[in-house]
């Protein structure tokens, strides 16, 4: 399959982010900061509810890359996350994404988007890949 | 209130890693930078697969003093 600059890929929604999976990254990444897992702390913290660890979220836009670019076909060389605003449970996000530029050694430069069911922006981002030989 | 949130996060894979690498991890303070009060603190992670450089991590948190 060939990319040019400006091909867009197709959109993947995914399902919205629970409670319940919050618990369970907590338990697989070893990251048990309340403010992921405790309603009452994130209310005190400022936040109308828990929030959805930043990697769990940022998972979503590498499977979204890994969706078009299996592992079988392509090697990730890099990828960046910018978490713009809080994730929340409940938040379902779509993901968009953008061949930007063609890089030497065939790699190819990514631009992705995650968005919740409201249109935020909830995280920006970019991949490289690069075709295995 | 809001302490210290994960504001960007990038991995740079220079190469694969091998069942049986053994792993040496290897993180520096980079940057701090100050904007309205609040402090962005970047931090350089190395990890070693045996002797070779694997990957590269860039973490950036922001760091909002208690009010």
Redesign the interface.
């Known amino acids: 399959m060939s990319f040019s600059p400006g091909t867009p890929l197709q959109t993947l929604l995914k399902e919205p982010f629970t409670v319940e999976q919050l618990k369970e990254y907590a338990e697989a990444s070893g990251d048990h900061n309340p403010i992921h897992l405790d309603e009452k702390f994130a209310k005190e913290?400022?936040?109308p509810s828990v929030i959805v660890h930043?990697?769990l979220s940022?998972s979503y836009l590498a499977d979204f890359v890994r969706h078009h670019f299996p592992e079988s076909d392509y090697?990730?060389?890099?990828?960046?996350?910018?978490?713009r605003k809080?994730t929340f449970p409940g938040d379902r996000f779509t993901m968009e994404g953008e061949v930007k530029e063609l890089l030497s050694d065939g790699r190819i430069l990514v631009t992705l988007k995650a968005k919740n069911q409201q249109g935020e922006l909830k995280i920006d981002g970019e991949a490289e890949v690069r075709p295995i030989q | 209130?809001?302490?210290l949130?994960?504001?960007?996060?990038?991995?740079?894979?220079l190469a694969?890693l091998k069942t049986g690498d053994p792993l040496k991890v290897s993180t520096r303070i980079g940057e701090i930078k100050e904007r309205r009060g609040m402090y962005f603190v970047t931090l350089h992670t190395d990890v070693f697969g045996g002797e070779d450089k694997k990957i590269v991590s860039n973490t950036t948190f922001v760091v909002r003093p208690k009010s």
Do not use: S, T
């Open positions: 913290a400022g936040f930043g990697m940022a090697l990730l060389v890099r990828f960046k996350a910018r978490f809080v | 209130m809001r302490e949130l994960h504001v960007d996060q990038e991995y740079e894979y694969p």
